[in-house]
């Protein structure tokens, strides 16, 4: 049984370039939720993608965006990067949006420039 | 605002010793919790979860307690092991899907 994956495991970036990362839930999933975590924080929570729609969302800036594939696959979309973004970018994966519980992805970790 | 928080931000226990990690939560509609524990370079690893219309759950060497009238929760990690050293986040749900995490506690175990 396939665990929630993320795809890369690490980045480089510089500031004011774009970046797309990855997510394939864990198997029987279909709903994808996002988190930040930077350094010595715990994860903040960015969106939740279910039936290939938004359902919530964090505080987080509209340059932040996301989708969700009919596989149930995800994409994290960042523009115009800040040297704050970099920071451990967490996939988690539930069978349903609401209060279920949530199963983690070993992270991208993402560093601007 | 909602937020989570722990009382302790690092825990050293001896191995074979019963480890202790104590979160506070705000929001009092939470209904649901979760304790996760991640090590370096990983992502969070659900350890157990609860919910709010029970006070006490109990896994393979972990319990969680929940003491709505304080808005407190806690892990009970029993005989405390080398690879029980990580860092534990409690996370609660107010509403739909959306985890809000505390800060964290780092536990050392001491061979």
């Known amino acids: 049984d396939a665990g929630v994956t993320q795809s890369p495991t690490h980045l480089i970036k510089t500031r004011g370039q774009q970046v797309t990362l990855r997510c394939s839930p864990k198997?029987?999933?279909?709903?994808v939720s996002w988190y930040q975590q930077a350094l010595g924080q715990g994860p903040q929570f960015i969106f939740q993608y279910y039936e290939e729609e938004e359902r919530q969302r964090g505080n987080f800036p509209d340059r932040f965006s996301g989708h969700q594939f009919p596989n149930y696959s995800s994409e994290l979309n960042v523009n115009a990067l800040l040297l704050g973004d970099s920071a451990l970018y967490l996939c988690?994966?539930?069978?349903?949006?609401?209060?279920?519980?949530?199963?983690f992805g070993p992270g991208t970790r993402l560093l601007v420039l | 605002g909602e937020s989570v928080g722990l009382h302790l931000p690092t825990l050293s226990v001896q191995e074979g010793d019963n480890s202790i990690i104590n979160c506070a939560y705000s929001n009092s509609a939470s209904d649901y919790f979760i304790w996760y524990k991640q090590e370096s370079g990983k992502g969070p690893q659900f350890i157990i979860d609860?919910?709010?219309?029970?006070d006490k759950r109990q896994g393979q060497r972990v319990t969680v307690l929940l003491n709505k009238t304080v808005k407190h929760l806690s892990l009970q990690i029993a005989a405390t092991q080398p690879g029980d050293s990580a860092v534990y986040f409690c996370a609660e749900t107010p509403q739909g899907g959306k985890l809000i995490f505390g800060q964290g506690t780092e536990l050392s175990v001491k061979p």
């Open positions: 198997s029987g999933h279909d709903t």
């Open positions: 609860i919910r709010s219309n029970m």
């Open positions: 988690a994966s539930s069978l349903g949006a609401n209060q279920e519980t949530q199963y």
